[in-house]
């Protein structure tokens, strides 16, 4: 099973709005990654935030991690129509290599 | 530098067939992971290889297997193909492990019919 649950499934904004989407985990993690996918292409690796950290930045992206809820956010904002995607969370279990990808949300960006 | 390259970008197959999937990693990175993702999915962890040795193993049939070569790169195999095998298949590398940021290709897109 997926170890990550992202909401909102969907999500569709105006362009210049911000974008926040959600993953939850269930088990303890080494990090946790953020990634993009256009439609029919692989993914693209956004920010990595490792356990011990709670907040990072890259440009208009900002992830948190909040490691006693198991949760994370990604913030998109001032958001763009070339954002539109779908982004998925990605976690690594503590004492394992595999890397499972949480379900994604799938936004849209109206210019 | 190049990217991860995968080949062929498109495949179909009939059940019962077997195919192979290529996957070149980024020059240096010695770790190449495969992943399924089925259409509106996440995808799907198969394998994970480093150094030529498997690292780890997704909840797949002994239908699937792979390798990875002295130069890193890699090949999926899949036997016995089934309609549900019917996905983009991806492969990503990494300088050592699923701990670090993963490179991707854009996939094979694999229809079986």
């Known amino acids: 099973s997926q170890q990550g649950e992202e909401d909102p499934q969907a999500l569709s904004i105006q362009e210049g709005e911000n974008a926040t989407m959600n993953c939850s985990y269930k088990?303890?993690?080494?990090?946790l990654q953020w990634y993009r996918q256009n439609s029919g292409r692989g993914l693209v690796h956004l920010i990595l935030?490792?356990?011990?950290?709670r907040e990072k930045h890259s440009g208009r992206l900002r992830v948190t991690l909040d490691t006693s809820k198991k949760s994370s956010s990604l913030l998109i904002t001032a958001s763009r129509a070339a954002d539109t995607a779908s982004y998925f969370c990605?976690?690594?279990?503590?004492?394992?290599?595999?890397?499972?990808f949480g379900t994604g949300t799938r936004l849209q960006v109206f210019p | 530098d190049a990217g991860v390259t995968q080949s062929p970008t498109h495949l179909i197959k009939t059940r019962g067939q077997h195919v192979t999937l290529r996957c070149s990693p980024i020059?240096?990175?010695?770790?190449v992971s495969w992943y399924q993702q089925v259409l509106g999915q996440g995808p799907q962890f198969i394998f994970q290889?480093?150094?030529?040795?498997?690292?780890g193993r997704g909840n797949f049939p002994d239908r699937f297997s792979a390798r990875q070569f002295p130069n890193y790169s890699s090949e999926l195999n899949v036997n016995a193909l089934l309609l549900g095998d019917s996905a983009l298949y991806l492969c990503?590398?990494?300088?050592?492990?699923?701990?670090?940021?993963?490179?991707f290709g854009d996939g094979t897109r694999l229809s079986i019919l």
């Open positions: 990503a590398s990494s300088l050592w492990d699923n701990n670090q940021p993963q490179h």
């Open positions: 088990t303890s993690i080494n990090n």
């Open positions: 935030i490792r356990s011990n950290e």
């Open positions: 990605a976690t690594v279990f503590q004492g394992t290599d595999k890397l499972i």
């Open positions: 020059s240096g990175h010695k770790s």
């Open positions: 290889y480093y150094e030529k040795e498997e690292r």
